[in-house]
């Protein structure tokens, strides 16, 4: 039985590890390429939310896509690449596909259009060092999940609760420990009663239960030491969120 709750402790930890990780992966991407002017990659991949229909129905608004970096002297017409263009004032990226390339003393030029915009071109044209990547696939509706974790609130819910909650599990088995302890002790004033004239087995369980008892009182240092500093790298966490939110509100 004891065996089978170890074995239990340790898979929920690793669970509750393997969401706290994966979701400050995305996060960290989706916050990162949020930047204009610079863009985040996991093994040579970005990726990034889909935020119009000029796509459509390549790939639609809400879609989660994916761009590698690439070499640009490969690209040809029709490939659908993401660059960083100038929309209604502002730096942004985009992704459209390549209708037209030019050449000129060995400098390329890129002209793009977008799969639903009615045969009407982008009005920048493009060079080399304006593009990001390659795009090679999308994930329908997935990009709604990536801006909601790139959110200050996605960010709380998804990194901070969870750690959070794995603090507080933690301290719960802070509390099954102090209960086996209160029993430990009382196991170790019944082995002094048996030094002083109980038969040798009652003597020989005492001794085990004071091992185990002793064991006990390390794991709990251990667990403590480790909740301590979670619930640390937790508020470090929710401080830090709330100073990107205050941050976001004031732009």
Not at 61 to 74: A, N, P, Q, W, Y
Not at 144 to 168: A, N, T, Y
């Amino acid at each position: 039985m004891k065996t089978l709750k170890r074995i239990g402790t340790i898979v929920i930890s690793v669970i509750l590890w393997a969401i706290i990780l994966l979701a400050a992966l995305y996060a960290f991407t989706t916050m990162a390429t949020k930047d204009d002017q610079s863009v985040s990659r996991i093994l040579g991949y970005t990726p990034m939310t889909v935020e119009s229909d000029s796509m459509k129905p390549t790939f639609c608004k809400g879609d989660l896509i994916f761009i590698k970096k690439c070499d640009t002297s490969k690209l040809k017409e029709g490939d659908i690449i993401t660059f960083h263009t100038i929309i209604d004032n502002q730096y942004a990226l985009n992704t459209h596909r390549i209708q037209k390339i030019d050449e000129v003393n060995g400098i390329r030029s890129y002209t793009t259009i977008g799969d639903n915009n009615n045969g009407v071109a982008d009005q920048h044209v493009i060079s080399d060092g304006d593009i990001v990547g390659k795009y090679v696939g999308h994930i329908s509706n997935l990009g709604k999940v990536m801006s909601f974790l790139s959110s200050s609130m996605g960010f709380l819910i998804v990194i901070v609760l969870p750690m959070l909650l794995f603090f507080i599990y933690q301290v719960y088995n802070l509390i099954m420990i102090s209960i086996r302890l209160k029993k430990a002790i009382a196991v170790e004033n019944a082995e002094e009663l048996a030094k002083a004239g109980l038969n040798k087995a009652d003597v020989e369980q005492a001794a085990k239960d004071k091992d185990e008892a002793q064991a006990a009182l390390e794991e709990a240092k251990r667990l403590r030491e480790e909740a301590e500093a979670i619930r640390a790298k937790a508020e470090k966490e929710l401080e830090k969120a709330k100073q990107d939110e205050d941050k976001n509100g004031e732009e």
